[in-house]
C-alpha cells in the first residue's frame, strides 16, 4: 500500500513539472496568424503572430490583443496593414512592462500600413466637405455626425517601421492614421517607432490621444488636417533623427474655422544630423501652420530645429513657421494659434514667416516663452524601449 501512494506522489510531482515554466506557472506565448476579414469577435491570447495581407475588422466587430504579444508581418508577401473599419473595434490591452508590438521582419522603415481606424465623427474636408475618401488605398469613405465614435482602445501599443503605400494609395501610410475618430476612442501610451512617413496623423475626428512617442520617423513626427479638433490631448513627445520634417504639421484643408485641437506638454527635439526627407523638399521647423491650422498648445520643449544647408543654400530653422498669409490673417490674427510657455533651444528663429509678404505678429495672450517649461512628462518603461534604447531621450 504504501508503495502505491509513494508512486502516486511521484507521478503526481512530474505531471506538474511539465506544466509550468521554471515551477512558477508562467504562461507561455500561442503562436498564430493573422489574415484575412475579421467578421467575428475575436481574442488573441498573449503570443507571437504572424499578421499577413491587409486585415480588416468588419464593422460591428471586437478584436482583443492581450499584453505582451507580438505581431510580425513581413514586406516581402505584399501590402500588410491592421485595419479598423467604421463600427468595428480594436482593443489592445498592452501594459508599461508588456506592451503590444506590431514589427516587420526586415526592420525596413515603410515596410507596411500600420494601424489604420476609420470611424464617423466630424470632419472639415476639402471644399468644406463633411465626407471624404482615403488616401490610403482602401478607399474608405470618413466623417459623419458621430462624435462620440468608439473605435475601441489602445493601450501600450508600439508600431514599428510601418509608412508603406497600400494598392493605389497615393500617399504613404503611418505608424498610426486615424480617420475621423471619435471621443468614445481611447488612445493611449503609444509609440510610433522609425517609420517612413509620418507617426501619427488625425484626419479630423474629435479623438484624443494621451502618452504619445514618436521616434524616427522620416515626414512629420505628428501630423494633422481636415479639421481635426481632439481636445483632451497631453504628453506627446517626438524625437527626430537620421530622417525628419516638421515635428508637427498642422493644417485645416483651407477651411477658415473657429475650432481647434488642444495640446499640453509637448517636447519637440531634433537629433545633430538629420535630414529632411527628401533632398529639395526642406522642412527643418519644430511647429508649422499652413491652409487655416490651427491649434492650442502649452508647456512645450522645442530643441534642435537650426539651421539646414542644402548645397549652397542655408534654410532657416524655427520653432514656429506660419506658411501661408491665409492661415496668418485668419488664425494668427483672430487668436485661434496660441503657443505658450514654451522653451526653446539650438534653434534658429522663434517665429519665422515662410515668405516676406507676411509679417507673423502674435496677439497678447497667443505667444509666451518661459525657462520653466516642462515639455511631455512621460514615464519610461519597457513600453519605451527599443534593441535596449531608451526612445525618451
Known amino acids: 500500500m504504501k508503495k502505491i501512494l509513494l508512486g502516486a506522489v511521484l507521478a503526481g510531482a512530474i505531471l506538474t513539472g511539465c506544466?509550468?515554466?521554471?515551477?512558477d506557472n508562467t504562461p507561455q506565448p500561442v503562436e498564430g496568424s493573422i489574415s484575412g476579414n475579421i467578421t467575428?469577435?475575436?481574442?488573441?491570447?498573449?503570443?507571437?503572430?504572424?499578421?499577413?495581407?491587409?486585415?480588416?475588422?468588419?464593422?460591428?466587430?471586437?478584436?482583443?490583443?492581450?499584453?505582451?504579444?507580438?505581431?510580425?508581418?513581413?514586406?516581402?508577401?505584399?501590402?500588410?496593414?491592421?485595419?479598423?473599419?467604421n463600427g468595428g473595434k480594436l482593443i489592445i490591452n498592452?501594459?508599461?512592462?508588456?506592451?503590444?508590438?506590431?514589427?516587420?521582419?526586415?526592420?525596413?522603415p515603410g515596410a507596411w500600413g500600420g494601424i489604420i481606424m476609420y470611424?464617423?465623427?466630424?470632419?472639415?474636408?476639402?471644399?468644406?466637405?463633411?465626407?471624404?475618401?482615403?488616401?490610403?488605398?482602401?478607399?474608405?469613405?470618413?466623417?459623419?455626425?458621430n462624435a462620440a465614435h468608439n473605435g475601441g482602445a489602445l493601450h501600450y501599443?508600439?508600431?514599428?517601421?510601418?509608412?508603406?503605400?497600400?494598392?493605389?494609395?497615393?500617399?504613404?501610410?503611418?505608424?498610426?492614421?486615424?480617420?475621423?475618430?471619435?471621443?468614445g476612442t481611447v488612445l493611449d501610451h503609444l509609440v510610433a517607432y522609425k517609420g517612413a512617413d509620418d507617426g501619427y496623423e488625425f484626419f479630423g475626428g474629435t479623438v484624443s490621444a494621451t502618452n504619445l512617442i514618436s521616434y524616427g520617423n522620416y515626414d512629420d513626427a505628428f501630423d494633422w488636417q481636415d479639421g481635426w479638433q481632439g481636445q483632451n490631448n497631453s504628453n506627446w513627445y517626438a524625437y527626430q533623427t537620421v530622417k525628419g520634417n516638421f515635428g508637427m504639421e498642422i493644417e485645416s484643408s483651407n477651411n477658415n474655422n473657429t475650432f481647434f485641437p488642444k495640446i499640453t506638454n509637448i517636447t519637440l527635439k531634433r537629433a545633430a544630423g538629420t535630414t529632411p526627407e527628401v533632398a529639395g523638399d526642406v522642412?527643418?521647423?519644430?511647429?508649422?501652420?499652413?491652409k487655416e491650422g490651427n491649434g492650442d498648445f502649452s508647456n512645450i520643449i522645442v530643441d534642435g530645429y537650426g539651421n539646414y544647408t542644402e548645397g549652397t543654400t542655408v534654410y532657416e530653422g524655427a520653432a514656429l513657421k506660419i506658411q501661408d498669409a491665409n492661415t496668418n490673417t485668419d488664425?494668427?490674427?483672430?487668436?485661434?494659434?496660441?503657443?505658450?510657455?514654451?522653451?526653446?533651444?539650438n534653434t534658429t528663429h522663434d517665429i519665422l514667416a515662410a515668405s516676406s509678404s507676411f509679417t507673423v505678429t502674435m496677439p497678447t495672450g497667443s505667444w509666451s516663452a518661459s525657462n520653466s517649461a516642462t515639455?511631455?512628462?512621460?514615464?519610461?518603461?519597457?513600453?519605451?524601449v527599443v534593441d535596449g534604447t531608451q526612445l525618451i531621450k
Open 40 to 85: 467575428a469577435n475575436k481574442t488573441f491570447a498573449y503570443g507571437n503572430y504572424t499578421l499577413s495581407g491587409i486585415v480588416k475588422i468588419a464593422s460591428g466587430v471586437t478584436v482583443t490583443f492581450e499584453a505582451g504579444s507580438t505581431i510580425t508581418c513581413d514586406k516581402s508577401t505584399g501590402d500588410n496593414a491592421l485595419v479598423v473599419l
Open 331 to 345: 488664425q494668427v490674427n483672430t487668436g485661434r494659434i496660441k503657443i505658450n510657455n514654451i522653451k526653446i533651444t
Open 157 to 183: 501599443v508600439r508600431v514599428e517601421y510601418a509608412g508603406a503605400k497600400l494598392a493605389d494609395g497615393t500617399k504613404e501610410n503611418n505608424a498610426f492614421t486615424f480617420y475621423s475618430c471619435g471621443t
Open 375 to 384: 515639455g511631455a512628462a512621460i514615464t519610461s518603461g519597457t513600453w519605451s
Open 19 to 23: 506544466n509550468s515554466s521554471d515551477d
Open 283 to 290: 522642412q527643418v521647423d519644430a511647429i508649422q501652420f499652413k
Open 119 to 145: 470611424g464617423d465623427a466630424p470632419i472639415k474636408a476639402a471644399s468644406g466637405a463633411t465626407t471624404a475618401t482615403s488616401e490610403d488605398g482602401n478607399n474608405q469613405t470618413y466623417g459623419g455626425t
Open 94 to 108: 498592452g501594459t508599461a512592462d508588456a506592451p503590444v508590438v506590431f514589427t516587420e521582419a526586415s526592420k525596413t
